[in-house]
């Protein structure tokens, strides 16, 4: 098994300390890298092995952070702090820009070489920066079909693919419809997959708090969701 070192890195963005999970893989040389994004809540465990099962694929993986440490376990007070973020496309860069600077200055990274993957807030996020024009290989989503201010979908310079469950009260058709037509009227190479029966987060396992209704983990299709964006990274992002 190829021999993965971790480590915790601290920065600052929107007003806190952000505290993310940086993986490596083995070796010494510069590799392909990724940004993740998380959910609501914030950065978990889950997450973090997400990070360390793309450094053992051989990427530098920056599991990023949106809420100085913090996992939210009361949805309402996740909410409350998410929501205005989601309304704030300046924030959202702001918080990914941090995130990449950290993974940039990394010396594993080949900074020419770099993806953006996310799912809910973290996806959003991940979109926001293509949106403002960083130089990305592919985004890669999951729950995430937030629409942008108008004309800012051009400026996105790569593949962009998204994942969203059919029964996802929080992003219905005419949020998926939005989307798309964003993408389309871009002329960003966009996929949309609909997993059928899927809710919302349906990629997280259960985790011991309360949740939200509309949300449920589908393991099938978690680990379906898991193997495009692996997919992606592969078209997109081939590591050596």
């Not at 937030?146 to 800012?152: A, F, N």
């Amino acid at each position: 098994m190829t021999t993965v070192t971790t480590r915790t890195v601290e920065y600052p963005a929107d007003g806190l300390t952000m505290i993310g999970h940086l993986a490596l893989p083995a070796g010494a040389d510069r590799r392909p890298a990724v940004l993740i994004g998380p959910e609501g809540p914030g950065l978990n465990d889950f997450q973090r092995r997400r990070a360390d099962a793309l450094a053992e694929l051989g990427y530098v993986a920056l599991a990023f952070d949106i809420n100085g440490g913090r996992w939210f376990t009361d949805p309402q007070e996740m909410l409350a702090h998410t929501t205005p973020l989601l309304a704030d496309p300046d924030r959202m860069r702001d918080i990914g820009h941090a995130a990449l600077d950290v993974l940039r200055a990394e010396p594993r990274t080949d900074p020419d070489r770099i993806a953006a993957i996310g799912y809910g807030t973290g996806g959003a996020i991940a979109l926001e920066l293509g949106r403002d024009g960083v130089d990305l290989r592919a985004i890669g989503t999951v729950n995430a079909l937030t629409t942008g201010r108008p004309g800012e979908a051009a400026h996105i310079r790569c593949p962009v693919w998204a994942g969203v469950g059919s029964e996802d009260p929080i992003m219905p058709p005419e949020q998926r419809n939005a989307f798309t037509a964003e993408m389309q009227a871009a002329g960003v190479d966009w996929r949309l997959v609909v997993y059928g029966g899927a809710l919302h987060a349906f990629h997280h396992p259960p985790v011991d708090q309360t949740v939200l209704p509309g949300v449920g983990y589908h393991e099938r299709h978690a680990q379906r969701a898991w193997d495009d964006i692996v997919d992606l990274l592969a078209e997109c992002l081939p590591c050596p």
